[in-house]
Every structure is written in structure tokens, then in C-alpha cells.
């Protein structure tokens, strides 16, 4: 579980002299998503955390416009990124830059062991045994899930995700466009009732971002036909070329309870 609530924990009890294990499925470091913004809270506890001055070496600068266009890909309005932010001191990082800062900064001990994942626990009271999916066995005083909104670790400890989600009412997509950098830095946003699909520019990167409200917009298999189809107003701002999407993520907004 290496993303910020993972490593956050690790860091957190690492620092407190505690010998930590981070395990995580994936079998790199590297993570794709939208930039994050570090905001409100976050500020003083990455301060705390003695990750804020990176942070704020690594910010992405809100230098660009976020130009809304119709469905002919015309625009007709826009907003610069920072007018997005709640306040000022709002940080837009890299999510890649943010693990990696978080990373350099376990505390030598840590053990990191990727393309792992976790096949039972057992907790008798006085500490939780762990079979990994690699067939190795460990024995630990704490088990602490933080692999997702999709936790593995939540169902082996307390059962199945359906009891615990609450789907918030909103789908989202995301996908990277390779070779989609541009120097005027523009991200065309295209809305209509119920439904977004915008190119975020950042760094050298852009990623395609689609969200859609099913309840605004019912119908049968709604979700697979349209969510990468809907993305007319961004076709026209990509020319002739198609998204080539990778690594494409598409999840339900849900929280757990
Ligand atoms: C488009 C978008 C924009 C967002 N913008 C912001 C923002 O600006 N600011 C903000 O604060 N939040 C933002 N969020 C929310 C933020 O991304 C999440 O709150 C955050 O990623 C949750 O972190 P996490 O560590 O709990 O889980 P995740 O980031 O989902 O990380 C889970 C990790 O667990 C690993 N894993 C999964 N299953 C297993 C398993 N069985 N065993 C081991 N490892 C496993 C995964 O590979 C992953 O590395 C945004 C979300 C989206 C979708």
C-alpha cells in the first residue's frame, strides 16, 4: 500500500521507532492519476511530517488555463488553474512526485515488498498472522489496511466491500495520452448535464479525465458505451489523433463507513 495513506503510516510509524512493513500489489513505485492538490490540513501535517519544503520544491506551477469548449470544441469561457484553488496556499504536486518524496523519506529499516499482497490474516489478540500471495508467512503486532477504496485487507478483516461502500454518485476516468504535451499548456474542459471529459496538462504529462452522474443520465450499460465516447468537445482539441489511452483507471466515488 505505498500511496499517500501507506506511506503516510509507514513514515508516521517508522519515525516512532517502530519496524514497518510496506507491502504493495503493484511492482513499482510509480503512479499515474491527476496532479493532487495538498490543501487545509494537509499543510500542517505535511509540515509536521518535515515533507512541506519538497513539496513546495516540487509544486506544479498553476500556470494553466482550464478553457471550457462546446461540443464543437469552441471556447467559451475559462479559468486559470489557481482560481480552482480554496486558498492560497494550496500546493499542486505530481501525485508521482509526492510518493517519491514520501518515499526518500522512510526511515532506513523500512521493509518494502512489492508485487505482494496479502492472502489471510489471523488475529488472535496478541498480534495478526499473515500468509502473503507469495507463499511467505510473517507475524506482525498490527495489520493496518490502507490498499484503496477497494481494500483487500478490509474484506479479509471484516468481509465483503459491499457493506462498507457507499457509492457517492459520481463515476470517474482517467488515462494517460501519450504524446499529447503542448506548449500553450491549454486543458479544454467540456461539460453538459451530468457529465465532464477535460485533458489535464501537467509537468510533461497529459491525462484524459471523464466523470459522469448515472442518476443524471440513466440507461443500460451506460457506463461502458459512453464514458470513453463522450469526449466530443476533447476530440476536436486532439485534431484527428484518438486517445491512446494506458494505464486507464474508472472507479465509482465511494466512501466507506
Ligand atoms: C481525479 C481525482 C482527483 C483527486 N484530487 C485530489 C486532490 O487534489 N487532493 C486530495 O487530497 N485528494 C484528491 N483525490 C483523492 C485522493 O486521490 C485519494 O484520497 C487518495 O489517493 C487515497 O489514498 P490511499 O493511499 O488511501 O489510496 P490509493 O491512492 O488508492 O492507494 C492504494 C494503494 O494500495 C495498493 N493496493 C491495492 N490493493 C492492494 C492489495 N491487495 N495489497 C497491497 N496493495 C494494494 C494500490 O496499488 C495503491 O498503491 C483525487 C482523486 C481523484 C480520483
Redesign the pocket.
Known sequence: ??????LSLALDLGGRGHHVTV????NQFR?S??S????GD?LDIADRMGLLARIKENRVRATELSVFVDADGRGIGQMSWSEFDVSDHDIDIAREDLAQIMIDALPAGTTVRLR???ESLADDGAGVDVRFASGGTGRFALVLG????????RCLAFGAEKDYLRHLGLY?A?AELPGERRADRLNPVYNFLGHMATIWRYKDRALA?FAFRPDLVRGLGYEKAHIFGMGCGIRHQLGERSPTPTSPLCDADTTAS
Open positions: 500500500m505505498r500511496r499517500v495513506a501507506g507491502v504493495e500489489r503493484a503512479v492519476g491527476s493532487i492538490d495538498v490543501r494537509a505482494e499482497h496479502l490502507a490498499d484503496g477504496q477497494h481494500s483487500a485487507v470517474v482517467l479525465g
